[in-house]
């Protein structure tokens, strides 16, 4: 028996449960091989005995990807113009009706039968991601960029952090919608809701996945791309824990400031100098932007808390 829903639960005259867990499917040009994706998803969901939808986000495409996919007899919402995919993201998330959210990429990467393997862990997790192995087929330059992300991510955390940009994952909805005001229009949206999952103290566990080489062209960029999502990642950063950013670089003005005079002192028998004085000062008034940033952080956190609904225990 499957446990597919109707495709348009809106649709008049349709009577359909609620889905227990709604698959997103964020996708942009993707004609080639959307059709795929969604018809190996619904072989594995049917096999969970769970009743489920998926939802394809157009964003936009330009190639048919829309129609390909309603052909697979999915549901499909579409952006009029291309947004960006952590904007098709957040549609899916509104529109979702299942208690949990899985979110993968449509061009192919993410193998479906990892879905049950995530889908097991959620329940005494709030958010299961699918963290690549080094055995993934990604190119050498995005893996040696995941690993300083990683790393820089791990140290904004306080916890380890295995794959801050995996965009396969699942996660409980009621968690997502509180956040999803949060998520940006771009491909960062897998960072910022892994930092915000993180900060609030909601738990948070990593699966090991193999990704496969994606279907069709990459839509990222080395150079303009790579320099982009690092600026993300540090504005994401000082959003969420501004003091692990604010603090070193007080720090290390300060030290500048505080060596830099004695040297003048010792060294050359000079005064102390408005050098000094300037870096030392400066270093004071960031620790301070940084102090007031922590309190900005905390209300905003705050007032995620009062947008997610409360739920029984689960």
């Not at 956040?179 to 609030?200: D, G, H, K």
């Not at 003005?253 to 004695?262: A, D, E, P, R, S």
Request: a positive charge; aromatic letters at 8%; hydrophobic letters at 40%.
């Amino acid at each position: 028996m499957k446990n597919r829903t109707a495709e348009n639960p809106e649709a008049p005259g349709k009577q359909t449960a609620a889905p227990a867990v709604s698959v997103v499917i964020p996708a942009y040009n993707e004609k080639e091989g959307i059709a795929t994706v969604v018809t190996n998803i619904q072989h594995v969901m049917d096999l969970t005995n769970r009743p489920y939808e998926i939802i394809v986000v157009d964003d936009g495409s330009g190639d048919g990807t829309a129609e390909r996919a309603r052909g697979a007899g999915v549901r499909v919402i579409s952006h009029p113009y291309n947004i960006g995919n952590g904007a098709a993201v957040k549609t899916g998330i509104r529109s979702a009706r299942g208690d949990i959210l899985v979110i993968l990429d449509g061009d192919g990467q993410h193998d479906p039968a990892d879905i049950t393997r995530l889908l097991e862990k959620v329940g005494p997790y709030d958010m299961v991601v699918g963290a690549r192995t080094s055995d993934s087929e990604t190119s050498l330059h995005r893996s040696l960029a995941n690993r300083v992300y990683n790393g820089l991510a791990t140290y904004v955390c306080r916890r380890k952090i295995e794959d801050l940009t995996s965009g396969f994952r699942a996660v409980k909805a009621r968690i997502a919608r509180g956040f999803v005001y949060l998520l940006p229009n771009t491909f960062s949206y897998p960072t910022t809701i892994t930092l915000a999952v993180v900060r609030s103290g909601y738990s948070l566990a990593y699966v090991p996945i193999r990704s496969r080489k994606r279907s069709g062209k990459s839509k990222i960029k080395l150079l303009r791309d790579g320099v982009r999502f690092f600026l993300i990642i540090v504005k994401i950063a000082t959003l969420f824990s501004p003091m692990r950013i604010f603090i070193p670089v007080s720090a290390a003005m300060f030290l500048t400031g505080f060596v830099w005079g004695l040297v003048k002192i010792v060294a050359y028998g000079g005064r102390y100098g408005p050098t000094s004085a300037m870096l030392m000062t400066m270093a004071v008034v960031i620790f301070m932007v940084g102090l007031v940033s922590e309190q900005v952080a905390q209300l905003r956190f705050d007032r995620s808390e009062d947008r997610t609904p409360a739920t029984p225990e689960e």
